[in-house]
């Protein structure tokens, strides 16, 4: 209902707009340009995934740089901003992006940012295209913001039913205090694990934490069969130090943030058992793979920006599926005027996709149904399929 109200709203907006001006399908275009905001994290905790998530829309940029509309193409530039991982930092980013003219926005990594940054695209009348971040608030809070990545409950229940299933009855639950990503998912999962039957322990880090030896203690010391927490790869990485330093003695369980070649990296050589959900698994398109793979080895700052090697991070082929999402809203919208792009979007379809068909439901969420549940090959410092798990 939130967002068939959006769409009444942004086509007065557009009829407005056509009565005073007569409109033009090169409406909001710079001339023979069209700007698409790119709001992630480069810096501060998330900066490693926000960097991976960009490349995947730098990468569809590459491969599609143009978008027809009407009987015009446009080249198509990339604004990016470095939202920081940061709440009051990224208000900045996006009233940046807004001053520069984007059509929409996408982004970011990290549930926090996106929620702070809402209101100032919702006050702009700019739509944004959220690429991974889960937490629910982000959609119900703001009509400009849709997404193409699963919710928070829905993935905080698949972990729950993954642990249950493989035979976990105790979790000891670990987040980061004030992080809306991490306490979220944890909160989700303790619902889901409770009702099933099992039992939760449960604490939180502060800000800036890099001594994770007493928590692994604690999951240790209170004899719990599983050690979750979904944070950030900077934490996961020093988590996995101390994991290794105790012999934890117990898996590990973490949603999509723990997805990179930074953890398996770190977990490369040890003996821990370690597994995700999230929203792709390498292999599944071996024309996209190989694609950026060429393209990563060829240039060196993405490369860089990988983590030093071309294994494919989930958020890459979301932010490269986003990117193609954004142009299909254009080409729909026939505009580049962010109201016509907002009113294009809630029923715009998206099929052949890296990731999966993208839709909205009616609060502009993706309708997903399934999450890739991955381990860790702790011998290869690779992921592996394990399987498609529902929340069913």
């Known amino acids: 209902m939130k967002k068939v109200l959006a769409l009444t709203l942004s086509l007065l907006m557009v009829l407005t707009f056509c009565v005073g001006c007569g409109g033009g399908s090169d409406s909001g275009a710079d001339g023979d340009t069209i700007k698409i905001g790119v709001f992630e994290p480069a810096s501060g905790d998330n900066g490693a995934g926000g960097k991976q998530e960009t490349l995947g829309i730098q990468y569809g940029n590459k491969v599609q740089p143009t978008v027809t509309i009407g009987d015009k193409e446009y080249n198509v530039e990339l604004e990016i901003v470095d939202n920081e991982s940061d709440n009051s930092k990224a208000v900045t980013a996006a009233q940046n992006l807004v001053s520069s003219g984007v059509s929409m926005v996408l982004g970011s990594y990290g549930s926090a940012v996106s929620i702070a940054a809402a ?81 939760v322990v449960e604490e939180q880090f502060p800000d800036k934490n890099t001594d994770f030896t007493s928590y692994v203690a604690n999951a240790k010391k209170k004899g719990c069969d599983v050690f979750y927490s979904p944070v950030s790869i900077e934490a996961a990485v020093n988590i996995i130090d101390q994991a290794k330093a105790q012999k934890i003695g117990m898996p590990i369980l973490a949603g999509d943030t723990w997805d990179s070649n930074m953890v398996t990296a770190a977990a490369k050589g040890t003996d821990l058992d370690i597994v995700v959900t999230t929203f792709y698994q390498e292999g599944g398109n071996p024309e996209f793979d190989e694609g950026i793979k060429a393209w990563m080895e060829e240039d060196s700052d993405a490369l860089t920006n990988n983590g030093g090697n071309t294994d494919l991070a989930a958020v890459t082929a979301m932010g490269y599926d986003a990117y193609m999402v954004a142009l299909e809203a254009l080409k729909a919208a026939g505009s580049a005027d962010p109201a016509d792009v907002l009113a294009a979007l809630p029923s715009l379809e998206v099929k052949g996709l890296v990731c999966g068909d993208v839709t909205f439901n009616e609060t502009g969420d993706a309708n997903k149904t399934e999450a890739f549940v991955k381990k860790c090959n702790c011998e290869k410092g690779v992921w592996e399929f394990v399987k498609k798990q529902s929340a069913n």
């Open 119 to 199: 209101d100032t695209f919702h006050e702009a009348g700019v739509p944004a295209i959220g690429v991974t971040c889960t937490n629910p608030q982000v959609t119900a809070d703001c009509d400009e913001y849709f997404r193409i990545c699963f919710l928070d409950p829905f993935q905080g229940t698949v972990l729950a039913n993954y642990a249950w299933e493989s035979g976990m009855k105790k979790a000891y639950c670990l987040s980061k205090l004030g992080d809306d990503y991490s306490v979220g998912l944890v909160n989700y999962f303790k619902k889901a694990f409770t009702a099933l039957g099992g039992e």
